[in-house]
């Protein structure tokens, strides 16, 4: 069963700083993709980056790129979101996601706050 865990959501001042995690487990599939999604209090859920295991294919929404790349270590089966220069406007919650066959696998999401 895949899983999927996010961690690293927090409070933190305009212009911080903050890296959240997401470990998977269970992944067989060889090929797949670890995207980054989030939600503000009122908004849909938007997806804000994609990045395929192998690293050849990512995805970036115009409004976090630059600022938040994704990077991840294998032997941990961890993908990271790395989130710099935060503004009050990414306040949300955060979620991981992969594709795997076609099908989607979501974590249960982290909470960032940004104060301005």
């Known amino acids: 069963e895949v899983q999927l865990v996010e961690s690293g959501g927090g409070l933190v001042q305009a212009g911080g700083s903050l890296r959240l995690s997401c470990a998977a487990s269970?992944?067989?599939?060889?090929?797949?993709?670890i995207g980054w999604f989030r939600q503000a209090p009122g908004k849909e859920r938007e997806s804000i980056s994609c990045?395929?295991?192998?690293?050849?294919?990512?995805y970036y929404t115009n409004s976090v790129k630059g600022r938040f790349p994704v990077t991840s270590d294998n032997a941990k089966n961890t993908v990271y979101l790395q989130m710099n220069s935060l503004k009050p406007e990414d306040t949300a919650v955060y979620y991981c996601?992969?594709?795997?066959?076609?099908?989607?696998?979501w974590g249960k999401g982290t909470l960032v706050t940004v104060s301005s």
């Open positions: 996601n992969a594709v795997i066959l076609g099908m989607d696998y």
């Open positions: 269970g992944i067989t599939h060889a090929d797949y993709a």
């Open positions: 990045v395929s295991n192998n690293g050849r294919h990512s």
